[in-house]
């Protein structure tokens, strides 16, 4: 299909053309969350099957995306965003705690928030692996986010003397791996550990990064 269908337009039971198309597309979102984080999965999903658990019609479907990747694309960012949501308000809310307890408050919130929905995780770490070379340009984007939101808090903690000075992209970027690795490890039933037990094993490697054996503050 060269594009999608052009969408009525005029304000029609009370809310305006924007609002209605915000309403469909956070209905087919929400849909999609459903069919493909849980079953059948993404690539079992037909645009049928999403348009009428979302409650509408194909023609709607067509009206907001133009394929069900457009759909998983949208989908993994509004999950990466609440993520980042929750983190962000965490960064705040530990402004002035000490290193270990700031980073202990800041990936419980992470963790809690992408593990309190196992269709989050598989969303996150499953159905976007190998789709297309654009959906793995995505997921590398979002990754190197969170990349630098590491690398944004190390440098506040040499700031504060808290942390060896030194360039953290490369280390930043293998602690991503280990946190990715190890949620989805853990959610899938292969880390016998509570949920407090991984947060506390990434806290300890995040803060080995930041203080080498022989660095001294």
């Not at 960012?77 to 402004?95: I, S, Y």
């Not at 016998?192 to 300890?204: F, K, N």
Request: charged share 25%; with cysteine.
């Amino acid at each position: 299909m060269a594009g999608r269908l052009k969408a009525p337009t005029g304000r029609y039971g009370g809310k305006t053309a924007e609002e209605r198309q915000a309403e469909r597309r956070r209905r087919f979102l929400d849909a999609a969350l459903q069919l493909f984080g849980d079953t059948p999965g993404f690539r079992n999903t037909t645009v049928a099957a999403l348009s009428e658990a979302a409650g509408l019609s194909t023609r709607q479907f067509y009206e907001e995306f133009r394929t069900l990747e457009d759909v998983l694309a949208a989908l993994h960012l509004q999950v990466n965003e609440w993520a980042e949501q929750a983190v962000v308000a965490a960064v705040a809310e530990a402004d002035t705690l000490p290193l270990p307890e700031r980073a202990a408050a800041i990936f419980r919130a992470y963790a809690a928030n992408v593990t309190g929905d196992p269709r989050r995780i598989r969303i996150t770490f499953v159905e976007i692996i190998g789709v297309s070379p654009r959906m793995e340009e995505q997921r590398l984007a979002r990754r190197a986010g969170w990349v630098e939101l590491v690398c944004a808090e190390a440098g506040a903690a040499v700031a504060r003397g808290e942390a060896a000075p030194r360039d953290y992209r490369l280390p930043a970027t293998a602690f991503i791996g280990a946190v990715n690795g190890l949620l989805h490890d853990w959610s899938s039933g292969w880390v016998d550990a509570s949920l407090d037990e991984v947060v506390e094993e990434l806290v300890r490697q995040l803060l080995a990064i930041l203080r080498p054996v022989g660095w001294e503050g």
